[in-house]
């Protein structure tokens, strides 16, 4: 009596209930990889560009290049 559901059958609520629940797991899968994903890649490029960034920021803090230079080597380490 109290255990139809949604109004419809017990098998249909089943139906239902277990379409939500893959839903949310093909959801969660997804989000996790792309989360992962995401960073990964952002490793690689801290990795590789922020050695170069820190020389590049201690050259202009001592006063060895310009701010135009500065800006112009950062966005091409930044790339």
Known sequence: MFCNGFGG???????????????????????????????????AVDTSSSKAMAILNERFARGEISEEEYEIKKSQILK
Request: hydrophobic share 55%.
């Open 9 to 43: 059958s017990y098998a249909g609520s089943n139906f239902f209930m277990m379409a939500i629940m893959l839903a949310v797991l093909l959801f969660t899968v997804y989000f996790a990889y792309k989360t992962i994903n995401n960073k990964n890649l952002n490793l």
